[in-house]
Every structure is written in C-alpha cells, then in structure tokens.
C-alpha cells in the first residue's frame, strides 16, 4: 500500500496551450498576448511563459509589477513584457536594466515620473478610463496632454467591466467610448481593449491585441455558453485515514455536522492552509475515482488547515492512500468555486501559490 501525506498539484500545459491557440484563432488578426501576472495565475510563471513561447510562438506578455516580468525576461528575449501597474520608483532598476519591460502608464503623475526616468529605447503603453472606473486616464487629462505626449506611446489599452455578460449594455457603452477616445487623441496607435471575456465577443471587440488570461488557463470567462477551454489545474489529495462515524457522533471544529446515521468517513490531507476555501465546510465535494467510475463525497465538518473530512460511506473499496480530487476534468474549478461562493480565479491563484504542494507539469 502506498501511503502519500502531501497534496498534489497537477498543471496541464499541453491543455493550456492549446487553450491559447484556440483563443487566438478566435480572435484572428488581433495579436494574442498572455496574461501571466500573479505568478500565472500561481500556476508558475516562468514555465507557462517559457512554454508559450517556445512552444506557442507568443511574444507578447502581460505582468502586473516589473518584478514579475524580469523573472522569465530572460527565456523569452524577443517578447514585449507590459507591465500593468506601471512604473514607480520600487520597480525602476527593473525597466532600466531589461529593456523588454514596457509599463502601462495610467495617470498623469506616473507619466511624469516616466519622463523624468529618461528611458529612451521604448514606447509604454497608455491605459485609458471607457467606463470601468478603475485604471486609467480620464478624458480631460488626455485633453491635456500635449501631442508629443501622445505619439510617444506604442499601445492605447482599456478593460471591460462586464465582459463576461455579453448583452450588458456597458459592453457596448466601452466599446463607444473606447474608439471615440482613440480616435480623438491616439488615431494611428495600436489598441487593446478586451482581456479573455471579451474574445468571445465578436470582431469589433478584439482591436489589433488581445489579452489571454483566465480562459487560456480553463476558466469559463463567458458563463453564458459552455466552456469550450480545457481543465488545466487537477488538485488531489491522499486520504490519510478511513473510519467510522457513529449516528450521534460530531465531526471536526465547532462540531458543526452530527451524524444521523452510522456513517463511514475519509480524513483528506488537504486544508485551508494550502488554499482551499474554508468555505467549502459541510457544503463542498470531493470525487474519488474508484475502478474508473466516479463516486461523490460530501465534506462534513469544518474544513482545517490540513485536513478535510468527507463521508465516504457510498464509496466503495476506497483504501488509504487513494486520493481525493478536490478539482478535475469533471469536477472543474468552475464548479469548487461556485461550490465555495467564489470565483475560480480567486481559487487557482490560492491554491497555485502554496508551496506545500507535490506540484507536477503535464506536457
């Protein structure tokens, strides 16, 4: 019997680039940049950069700090790097040493600290505010600036609110304030409005860039249509220990569930401590695959920091040391997250991140 104490993180890159392709072809002749910012997601940014581009022919990235871009800069040296928070004084030895870095400039003091840093060799990006209300310039800011200001930019870009819901009417209010602000003051620029949701949207939507983030790691950004991506993230666990659960008897802290009935439990080596939401507790699932078919069991009790109890009583030959997949092919992280009130953003960022994973490339 083999008996495993640590969950496993399992990263699909051969599903994830092919998610990339697919989202391209969608979104021909706009170039298709990755979004790898927060580690990709947690998934590993220097290997699903590197893949991409070795791999995907991707040469244009996205990143949120420049600390994120310098760390696979240098396995990607004919890519752009956009750098979505910009410049400031904590990320400037970055962009003077790797020229590949290009920020975002999103307000009018960040502009000027860029010019006064006196960086020559590259064009940044210009974020600019169509109805999100978030980064961004505003409309009589860009008014302000004088012309040798705005041709000194390489990319005008903004950011859908409500990509994700394609009747909203504020898809069409963006887009409508989107190429009349480029058009006023950026008319020969290169533009990128949408980010993965908005791929699904049409032509008008795509521009001459795309950004490719959640959807290129399986994440259903357009909730109104199947997901057409592939899985990429598998989480399971081993279970530690299989025991009996007595009618009346209590599970975990708080005895928040009893047992109306004898009842047959697993202890699964997996917790809040390694990103699991804790608000999964007596309302999440986990499956165990026994002899290639698919067994459901509830998680009883408080989830912990290492541990979460489910009842296996309906599983049948289940052993310690098999293991318990927390999201799969067929249990998505789509579905853990709607499970754990969540998004599956949220989710794979927190889970990617933790260290206490076996983490395991695929492809």
Not at 28 to 56: M, T, W
Not at 240 to 257: E, H, N
Not at 335 to 363: H, M, P, Q, W
Request: proline share 5%; with cysteine.
């Amino acid at each position: 019997m083999r008996v495993l104490t640590r969950p496993i993180l399992e990263i699909n890159l051969d599903n994830l680039l092919d998610n990339y392709r697919m989202l391209a072809d969608l979104a021909k002749p706009a170039v298709p940049a990755a979004v790898v910012k927060d580690d990709a997601y947690g998934l590993g940014a220097e290997i699903v950069a590197e893949s991409l581009y070795q791999k995907a022919g991707c040469r244009t990235f996205f990143v949120a700090h420049a600390l994120e871009g310098q760390k696979f800069a240098g396995e990607t040296p004919e890519a752009q790097i956009y750098v979505l928070q910009g410049i400031g004084e904590d990320s400037l030895p970055y962009f003077r040493k790797i020229p590949q870095l290009l920020p975002v400039i999103c307000c009018p003091e960040m502009l000027g600290f860029w010019q006064k840093c006196g960086i020559a060799d590259r064009q940044p990006a210009i974020q600019i505010e169509t109805g999100l209300n978030r980064l961004g310039f505003r409309e009589d800011e860009l008014a302000a600036m004088s012309p040798a200001e705005r041709q000194s930019f390489g990319l005008v870009m903004s950011h859908l609110a409500c990509g994700d819901e394609k009747d909203h009417f504020m898809n069409a209010h963006q887009i409508e304030n989107f190429e009349r602000l480029k058009q006023t003051y950026f008319p020969s620029l290169k533009a990128s409005l949408s980010a993965s949701d908005g791929v699904f949207l049409g032509d008008a939507f795509h521009q001459d860039m795309v950004r490719l983030g959640a959807a290129m790691y399986g994440i259903n950004t357009a909730p109104y249509r199947q997901n057409q991506m592939k899985n990429v993230v598998t989480v399971k666990a081993p279970v530690l220990q299989i025991a009996r659960l007595p009618k009346g008897d209590f599970v975990g802290y708080s005895a928040t569930y009893r047992a109306s009935s004898d009842r047959r439990i697993a202890i699964v080596s997996i917790g809040y401590g390694d990103g699991l939401p804790r608000s999964l507790s007596n309302v999440g699932k986990v499956m165990f695959d026994c002899g290639g078919k698919l067994y459901e069991a509830r998680i009883i009790g408080r989830v912990s920091m290492d541990n979460t109890i489910c009842d296996v009583t309906n599983v049948p030959d289940l052993k310690v040391g098999d293991m318990a997949y927390l999201t799969a092919d067929f249990y998505t992280p789509d579905d853990v997250a709607r499970d754990a009130g969540t998004i599956a953003y949220e989710l794979i960022s927190r889970l990617g991140k933790n260290t206490r994973f076996d983490r395991r490339y695929i492809g």
